[in-house]
């Protein structure tokens, strides 16, 4: 069984402050990792994903993710924060087998202030 | 590029009605879901299809169902809906469970 935990449902930083959203899976096979972030009323949007290859992965929007396998992580970082990235946040964890599904964390809120 | 579609946007029901929320998607993906997405809660799957004509339970299935007639066409029915179902219901779409997921932009359904 695959699970995801996501530390701090709320996150706030200043604008042109580091952003860090951390993640914390559980696998019993290599895994396929995924961040997406959901603005208001809008569905979800993939930023990034891990798929076995380079362990740094850059996404859209200046977000990247380190893929660690000795602490199980994935978190997610971004070196200043603009305003624009206010938004909910979620990691999602998918074991590389044929009919897999994906598990979603419970989301991080992150709140971004002038 | 439509993507996900899902209709329609909002709903409102009386306990014991019965809907269909319809999800289309026009990338020729195989795999298709439908989420549900509660405060505190993130994405919990209902059910999902790997391709038309199957469907398979997720981790919430019960009291839903569903139908892959089409394969554009992912279809979640409630039969005989209850307040624990005011949700936003989210469908999306792979061409395979390792690839990324498409979502729609959800419907928001109260049941009174």
């Known amino acids: 069984a695959q699970s995801v935990t996501q530390l701090g449902s709320h996150v706030s930083v200043s604008e042109g402050a580091l952003v860090l959203l951390r993640c914390n899976y559980s696998?019993?096979?290599?895994?396929?990792l995924f961040w997406y972030v959901q603005y208001p009323n809008q569905g979800l949007q993939l930023l990034l994903k891990?798929?076995?290859?380079?362990?740094l992965v850059k996404g859209i929007n200046g977000f990247e993710a380190e893929f660690k396998k000795s602490e199980t992580s994935f978190h997610l970082t971004k070196p200043s924060a603009h305003m624009s990235d206010a938004a909910e946040y979620f990691c999602?964890?998918?074991?590389?087998?044929?009919?897999?599904?994906?598990?979603f964390g419970k989301g991080t809120m992150l709140l971004v202030s002038p | 590029n439509a993507g996900v579609t899902q209709t329609p946007k909002f709903r409102v029901l009386k306990t014991g009605q019965s809907m269909t929320l319809l999800c289309a998607q026009d990338m020729n993906h195989e795999y298709m879901y439908w989420y549900r997405q509660d405060p505190g809660m993130g994405l919990r799957l209902i059910h999902y299809s790997v391709g038309e004509g199957t469907t398979a339970k997720g981790e919430v299935p019960d009291g839903y169902n569903v139908s892959r007639l089409k394969k554009q066409n992912f279809l979640l029915g409630l039969e005989s809906a209850a307040p624990s179902q005011t949700s936003v219901y989210f469908c999306?779409?792979?061409?395979?469970?390792?690839?990324?997921?498409?979502f729609g932009d959800g419907t928001r359904l109260s049941i009174l």
């Open positions: 891990y798929t076995s290859a380079a362990t």
């Open positions: 999602a964890v998918s074991d590389n087998s044929g009919y897999s599904t994906l598990t």
């Open positions: 696998s019993s096979v290599p895994p396929y």
């Open positions: 999306a779409s792979s061409q395979n469970p390792l690839q990324p997921q498409h």
